[in-house]
């Protein structure tokens, strides 16, 4: 068996705290001084000051009173009704003031009036004659000779075996956040209060945990579900420790193992950001992360995840890889938008003019971002900057720089662009800019205009012999 996940706090959400305890963790499991505020009731107690754990304070105060009475009444115990075991009865019988419990073999044990004054009416009515009970025996002989008995002591006895038994066989307990302190976040184990310091909450939970005041950075948690194990158990000083990160370890290799089996490349997850690497970002899918890539992450050229992602972020991604043997998850956040290269097709053609903004020098050329697609970047290589020979980019442009371009080059397929300034104004294009400033104004060019070098004198192309030389070289 995996877990337990009794159903036996239905007002966990309340904000609570942990009682006061000493603190001699190790350092990595160092504990904050907590103090006793509010607590939240567990169903079968009511009362507007009174809780599951001022029910069992009580019971304790009044077992130390009658300490003197318990040892005379030693000798008087049978084998099976001993002071602080647990026993197995059915009501007899039910009043306002006490509830019979037949234990068998004649001996009938009665539930303190106390506890009953702070049960609530579901409770109550649940205890009819002939209902199976469990109890604490508070004591084996009360003044009135029969066995003094605890149903609220019994729940909380078995929730500490039960703590007892994860400590040892070391397995995740699944829960939810009850409340939390200035030190970490509380969690029941059943009716017992656990305590997960901050150190041993999950990175996920830290890192959004942010704000001055414990309400700021916790309160939000409350209700959400969490898997811990035991990591330090002392009955006697009602201590228990838990660890969201030493579970978190085990559960997301058995999440990770159920994804790898189940998802499917093609498929689209919601997930959020749980870290960024230079050379991308994880994303948690529910248990398991997979990777974004930086070239996986936008159509639009980025050098750092940080430029559109931020820890904490959801997001929505679709899963391009899948590979069970090395247990990883390859991810796309581009693939869900719009791919831009299918404007490039339709919209655009070489020997168009076009500007962009010169974004990076390289020795070979420098790269310029069209200002109408900024997604698109293209290339100017260090041939297409001037007619005559440049040793480096920065000879001619600078980043930033805003040109005029021409489209040399579309080549859909490896999704590269070549770009020129060099023959910005080429006379082996002035036809199709005379076409392209035409409709540009709105109006649609005739015969004549289509043909201006023909009719016109003087002829344009012959006017500009050097700039048809340096085309040749």
């Known amino acids: 068996m995996e877990s337990y996940k009794p159903n036996l706090d239905p007002d966990m959400g309340a904000q609570e705290t942990m009682p006061e305890v000493e603190h001699t963790l190790p350092e990595d499991l160092h504990a904050p001084e907590l103090s006793d505020e509010t607590t939240p009731q567990p169903a079968q ?3 507007e ?3 599951f754990d001022d029910v069992v304070a009580a019971v304790d105060r009044d077992d130390e009173d009658d300490l003197h009475e318990e040892a005379a009444d030693q000798a008087g115990e049978t084998s099976a009704i001993k002071r602080g075991t647990i026993v197995e009865g059915t009501v007899i019988s039910t009043s306002p003031t006490e509830v019979l419990v037949d234990l068998g073999e004649g001996v009938v044990g009665v539930i303190a009036s106390r506890e009953l004054d702070r049960m609530d009416r579901e409770a109550l009515e649940a205890l009819k004659p002939g209902s199976p009970v469990s109890a604490y025996v508070l004591k084996a002989k009360g003044p009135d000779g029969h066995p003094v008995l605890s149903l609220a002591r019994a729940e909380e006895e078995r929730n500490w075996s039960l703590a007892e038994q994860h400590y040892q066989t070391k397995e995740a307990y699944y829960s939810k956040i009850a409340g939390y302190n200035k030190g970490g976040l509380i969690v029941r184990f059943g009716t017992v209060r656990g305590f997960v310091p901050a150190s041993q909450v999950s990175r996920d939970r830290l890192q959004r945990a942010v704000g001055d005041s414990p309400e700021e950075r916790w309160g939000g948690m409350v209700g959400e579900d969490i898997a811990v194990k035991v990591v330090e158990i002392d009955r006697a000083r009602n201590r ?3 660890s969201e990160r030493a579970a978190m370890r085990e559960w997301r290799e058995k999440q990770k ?6 998802l499917r490349e093609g498929e689209v997850r919601k997930g959020r950001v749980i870290s960024i690497a230079d050379f991308g970002a994880f994303v948690d899918l529910g248990g398991a992360d997979g990777l974004v890539h930086l070239t996986e992450l936008s159509w639009k050229h980025i050098t750092h995840p940080r430029e559109v992602l931020q820890v904490g972020q959801e997001v929505e991604v679709e899963v391009i890889s899948v ?7 390859g991810l796309s956040m581009k693939r869900l938008e719009r791919d831009p290269w299918q404007e490039v097709i339709a919209n655009y053609s070489v020997g168009q003019l076009v500007q962009a903004t010169v974004t990076k020098l390289t020795k070979f050329g420098a790269f310029a971002r069209l200002v109408d697609r900024p997604e698109i970047e293209g ?4 041939s297409e900057l001037a007619d005559y020979r440049v040793s480096h980019p920065r000879e001619v442009v600078l980043v930033g720089d805003v040109l005029t371009l021409r489209i040399v080059k579309i080549d859909p397929n490896e999704r590269r662009l070549g770009l020129s300034l060099r023959q910005v104004d080429s006379a082996k294009y002035i036809d199709q800019d005379w076409q392209a400033l035409a409709k540009e104004i709105g109006e649609q060019p005739s ?3 289509e043909q201006p070098t023909h009719e016109s004198a003087p002829q344009e192309p012959e006017q500009v012999p050097d700039d048809a030389t340096n085309e040749a070289e």
């Not at 193992?257 to 189940?262: H, K, Q």
């Not at 290339?379 to 260090?382: A, C, D, N, P, Q």
């Open 240 to 242: 228990l420790i838990l």
């Open 45 to 47: 107690f009511s009362g």
């Open 323 to 329: 590979d069970p043997q090395r247990k990883r998850i």
């Open 447 to 449: 015969a004549e205009m």
């Open 257 to 262: 193992s159920r994804l790898l089996e189940t």
């Open 49 to 51: 000051s009174d809780s």
């Open 379 to 382: 290339l100017i290589h260090i």
